[in-house]
């Protein structure tokens, strides 16, 4: 692959801070916030279809998870119904019959958390949007997600770019770290 200018490493790197950094803030808190977040807004605007709302939710919690199909990692789904019941129970608020049936079986012990991706529940969101991310890059800028045996010391420029490249310098990762986060994806992804 030829050399990336820096120019050109430059553009790629603020086209990622525009386009995914707002996404990354969002979803960077404890796993599931952001998704509670948009739940609980959208539950607040619309009661009428929380019962619907919530089943669907739930059902994404108890996976498979297949990317790209509209739905939410099963660990993610988990923390944001389990944040909603929470957010229910605090406001003293009646909970639409399904998340009242869930939460029981949560506080009873038979409702476990899915085993999610490797990183720490802080990481989770942060690690499923710079995947999008570098997924983003790959296809939009015909760029490979890594570097072909490059050393992680090299620059991103002199080792001619890669989308772990734009997005690492554009989240301030280390190469090797976001690498890392991209291997650890789901083979389907």
Known sequence: MAEMSSERFDELVE??????????????????????????????????????????????????????KGTIPPAMAWDAVWQIACRYIGDGQSMP????????WRLAGLNRHPRGPKAGPRKRGRDLMIRFAIQEVCERFDLPPTRNDE?????????????????????GLRFKNTVRIWNERDPEF
Request: aromatic content about 10%; hydrophobic content about 30%.
């Open 97 to 104: 019959k399904p998340l009242r049936h869930w939460t029981i």
């Open 151 to 171: 050393p992680a010391g090299e620059s991103c420029c002199a080792a001619g770019g890669s989308a772990c490249d734009v997005v690492g310098e554009a989240v």
């Open 15 to 68: 086209w990622v801070r525009r386009e995914h950094l707002p996404d990354l803030d969002f979803y960077e808190g404890e796993s599931g916030d952001g998704y509670a977040e948009d739940y609980w807004l959208t539950l607040e605007e619309h009661p009428d279809r929380a019962e619907t709302e919530i089943t669907a939710l739930i059902e994404c919690s108890q996976g498979p998870w297949k990317p790209g």
